[in-house]
């Protein structure tokens, strides 16, 4: 079983920057895939990014590549997402998730969630 409790949220103006952290429990958690996913009202949850169990492969959903970098301690058991030039449509409501598939970036293929964390954007 694994536990994922996010952290880092918060407004901010447009352009600015937030990282999120996400620690887990659990000592299977180095060998699975994760991901951060975000759902903004009235729409769907979707991918962010996601990570290899190796911190390797790096996908990033159009809308944030270039100015979003997710990585991952395994040591430390936690996985970050590091968030530049925020935009307003950036706003939604943050989740980690991890798969117990080593790398995948569908969203039917997470079975473990954190609560979310609000990340707010205003122009």
């Known amino acids: 079983q694994v536990q994922l409790v996010e952290s880092g949220g918060g407004s901010v103006q447009a352009g600015e920057s937030l990282r999120l952290s996400c620690a887990a429990s659990?000592?299977?958690?180095?060998?699975?895939?994760a991901g951060w996913f975000r759902q903004a009202p009235g729409k769907e949850r979707e991918l962010v990014a996601g990570?290899?169990?190796?911190?390797?492969?790096?996908s990033y959903a159009d809308a944030v590549k270039g100015r979003f970098t997710i990585s991952r301690d395994n040591a430390k058991n936690t996985v970050s997402l590091q968030m530049n030039s925020l935009k307003p449509e950036d706003t939604a409501v943050y989740y980690c998730?991890?798969?117990?598939?080593?790398?995948?970036?569908?969203?039917?293929?997470?079975?473990?969630w954190g609560q979310g964390t609000q990340v707010t954007v205003s122009s």
């Open positions: 998730a991890a798969s117990t598939l080593s790398w995948t970036t569908r969203r039917a293929d997470y079975n473990y």
């Open positions: 659990g000592r299977t958690f180095s060998s699975y895939g």
């Open positions: 990570i290899s169990w190796r911190g390797t492969l790096p």
